[in-house]
């Protein structure tokens, strides 16, 4: 069967052929049918990822193997990557990304192949959910990275009514626009330096979007609260700079949330002294748990809120290094979906 990995060398995707994996005791065997492809695997592909090497864990697809009697061949099910254990430090602490067995767990080979085999510790941790016969695949692709989201918007404790900013609309930054309107954001003001992303932005039901290079976004957001600031700031690009910007447009005791993941080593300057005086609060949020993708699973099953409005792009698995050229390229590209022939 195909499946997508990391260039050997020179960076970027190639397609190798490899076996079907084999299926034990309790697991499934999944043909994929759908896949997005986000910032985390464009930094695998491109850049110095802090993440691990797989490509494509936003996945769903139909059992065709199993040996786990949860489940039956035909079943549709989005299959999450990691799961936590429950019972150690982290996990009764909420905080479950932390946990060990996280990132010791995935799907085998990934999720941009024909077929992966989803082990049996993610059966029991209930990564593997059940969706009904009426929801499209497009629709059940958004379940992961929607759930990164709505983890990082509990994280920093989004009220209805608070007012936000957004520096970078990438392919899960948009999906802020959607989450935050959908939960009550009285103000979703976003910066990005594509046009192309902007439009998309503003389609989504953002308030304002603005290109930072051309027009000062602190002074936008401010004049947009009555001078004092937005509650909350998203940082949603793989790089820290326009952290910079970011930092222009929060209130004095907001918090801002570091969403986009930076690439290994990635330092910046701030002023420590500012983050003291005015009370603004770092917070950080990586992936997201069964605790988030069985919420966001309900919402779409139930009708609630849908975000395949954000696909601008569809591919075959055949053409994996192109969907990838063209993910990476922020001027026509929003969301890419590779879907198995
Ligand atoms: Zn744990
Ligand atoms: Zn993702």
């Not at 034990?24 to 043909?31: N, Q, Y």
């Not at 049996?120 to 497009?138: H, M, Q, T, Y």
């Not at 570091?258 to 603004?280: M, Q």
């Amino acid at each position: 069967m195909k499946a997508v990995f990391v260039k050997r060398e020179g960076g970027g995707v190639e397609l190798r052929d490899v076996e079907v994996p084999t299926i034990h005791e309790g697991e499934i065997l999944v043909r994929m049918k759908a896949c997005g492809i986000d910032g985390t695997d464009i930094e695998k592909a491109y850049g110095k990822p802090i993440t691990p090497p797989m490509l494509g864990h936003e996945v769903v697809g139909e059992v065709v193997e199993s040996k786990s009697p949860e489940y039956e061949v035909g079943d549709r099910v989005f299959v999450h990557h990691h799961v936590f254990c429950g019972k150690c430090y982290y996990c009764l602490h909420d905080s479950y990304t932390m946990c060990p067995l996280f990132l010791k767990t995935t799907i085998e080979p990934c999720g941009l192949a024909e077929f992966f085999r989803v082990p049996k510790i993610n059966i029991d941790r209930g990564a593997a959910l059940k969706l009904s016969p009426n929801l499209s695949w497009e629709d059940a692709v958004f379940i992961e990275p929607a759930a990164c989201v709505l983890k990082a918007l509990r994280r920093v404790d989004f009220k209805a009514g608070d007012t936000v900013s957004l520096v970078g609309v990438g392919p899960t930054g948009s999906l802020f626009i959607k989450l935050l309107k959908f939960l009550g954001a009285a103000l979703v003001s976003v910066a990005d330096l594509s046009e192309f992303r902007l439009k998309m932005a503003k389609k989504l039901g953002a308030d304002i979007v603005i290109n930072p290079i051309q027009t000062d976004f602190g002074e936008i957001c401010r004049r947009a609260t009555d001078g004092i600031g937005v509650d909350i700031g998203i940082l949603g690009t793989p790089t820290a700079k326009p952290i910079q910007t970011l930092l222009q447009t929060i209130r004095r005791g907001g918090k801002i949330c570091i969403f986009g993941a930076p690439e290994k080593g990635e330092k910046v300057e701030l002023d420590f002294s500012w983050f003291f005086i005015n009370e603004v609060s770092i917070i950080t949020s990586y992936s997201t748990s069964e605790v988030e993708t069985t919420l966001i699973h309900r919402l779409i099953e139930n009708g609630k809120i849908f975000f395949n409005d954000l696909i601008t792009h569809r591919f075959r698995l055949s053409q994996a290094e192109e969907a990838f050229e063209v993910a990476k390229d922020a001027s026509k590209s929003l969301k890419v979906i590779v879907e198995n022939e």
